[in-house]
């Protein structure tokens, strides 16, 4: 089945530095990546829409500056948090859709912990 | 407004136990309804995708139900196993096409127990 790798799994850093996390399909092409924040026991809150080519669209609330997404090609998305704070610690989670599949099949990476020191 | 909505919120059941899990939307127009289980620091994984036309679509031990009449659905867990403790996510699909809007239930935590 489609496969949808993040890397790194988990990253801790210091305040005031920038971290990158990668959203790769592995074996299908994807125009459109989500990525989503998560906290602790609750549910997956939508942080904007990558599409490959264009700029991202951001949900209402989340900082474009800080949270920097690049989707350069059909199987890469990145996301970077920059001078990160202690309050940035969460769970990140990217999402692709199947391009050309007819009910946008929906295919979740396994997620990247974030700890801000 | 769009919005999802599951019940209960968390559950607890013994090993071999079935379990009813529900959700409930006011999502137009509806695309297609989603059922996902995410173990603890994990994301995600599909068990069902449930178009307009679609009543029931099964999964294994999963079994999806699908009332457009109603904007209900459930997922209905058989023989339960300790390995189906996790959060259930209903997901429903909001406009046409691959690039419709996603309306994330809070999900429910079913825990398993021996």
């Known amino acids: 089945g489609a496969v949808v790798s993040q890397h790194p799994s988990r990253v801790i850093c210091k305040s005031g530095t920038s971290v990158k996390i990668e959203c790769r399909s592995l074996?299908?092409?994807?125009?459109?990546m989500f990525w989503y924040r998560q906290f602790p026991k609750k549910s997956l809150m939508l942080m904007a829409t990558?599409?490959?080519?264009?700029?991202?669209?951001?949900e209402q609330g989340v900082e474009k500056d800080k949270f920097l997404i690049n989707h350069a090609s059909l199987t890469l998305s990145t996301l970077t948090v920059t001078s990160a704070h202690p309050e940035d610690s969460s769970f990140y989670i990217c999402?692709?859709?199947?391009?050309?599949?007819?009910?946008?099949?929906?295919?979740f990476g396994e997620g990247s912990r974030l700890t801000v020191l | 407004k769009n919005q999802v909505e599951q019940s209960p919120q968390s559950l607890i059941i013994l090993e071999g136990k079935n379990c009813t899990l529900q959700?409930?939307?006011?999502?137009?127009?509806?695309?297609?309804l989603r059922w996902y289980k995410q173990d603890t620091g994990r994301g995600p994984v599909s068990l069902t995708i449930?178009?307009?036309?679609?009543n029931t679509k099964s999964n294994g031990r999963y079994t999806a139900t699908l009332d457009a009449d109603t904007k209900q659905s459930s997922l209905h867990i058989t023989a339960s196993q300790l390995s189906d403790s996790a959060s259930y996510i209903c997901?429903?699909?909001?406009?046409?096409?691959?690039?419709?809007?996603?309306?994330f239930g809070k999900g429910t935590k079913l825990s398993v127990k021996p």
């Open positions: 999402s692709a859709i199947r391009s050309g599949a007819n009910t946008g099949e929906l295919f």
């Open positions: 449930m178009t307009f036309s679609e």
């Open positions: 990558s599409n490959e080519g264009s700029k991202a669209t951001y």
């Open positions: 997901v429903v699909s909001a406009g046409g096409g691959s690039q419709g809007n996603l309306i």
């Open positions: 074996d299908f092409q994807a125009t459109t």
């Open positions: 959700c409930n939307y006011t999502v137009s127009p509806f695309s297609n």
